[in-house]
């Protein structure tokens, strides 16, 4: 399995970003899918999931400001993220079944 994330980029405080994680070599539609998140000098966290059924959980965090979806069909996975706020700052990984994917950045300016 590869999973290729992007969408993330430099942003205000209070603004929105949405990550995509694209998986290729395997469907994802039996899996679990997870967003993690690694800020400067943190350990990775856990952000939120999708299960095959499209039931949902977010961390404390970013709950009521994520909002994570899967599109079967197109094998991808989605995070939108609304008002981002500095400490959202991270590099963002998708995972699944103990792949990851090679993480994109994600820059709140305040």
């Known amino acids: 399995v590869q999973l290729q994330a992007s969408g993330g980029g430099l942003v205000q405080a209070g603004g929105s970003l949405r990550l995509s994680c694209a998986a290729s070599?395997?469907?994802?539609?039996?899996?679990?899918m997870n967003w993690y998140r690694q800020a400067p000098g943190k350990q990775r966290e856990w952000v939120a999931l999708?299960?095959?059924?499209?039931?949902?959980n977010y961390a404390d965090s970013v709950k009521g400001r994520f909002t994570i979806t899967r599109d079967n069909a197109k094998n991808t996975v989605y995070l939108q993220m609304n008002s981002l706020q500095p400490e959202d700052t991270a590099v963002y990984y998708c995972n699944t079944a103990g792949h990851w994917g090679q993480g994109t950045l994600v820059t709140v300016s305040s």
């Open positions: 999708v299960t095959r059924g499209g039931v949902t």
């Open positions: 070599g395997t469907s994802l539609r039996f899996n679990t």
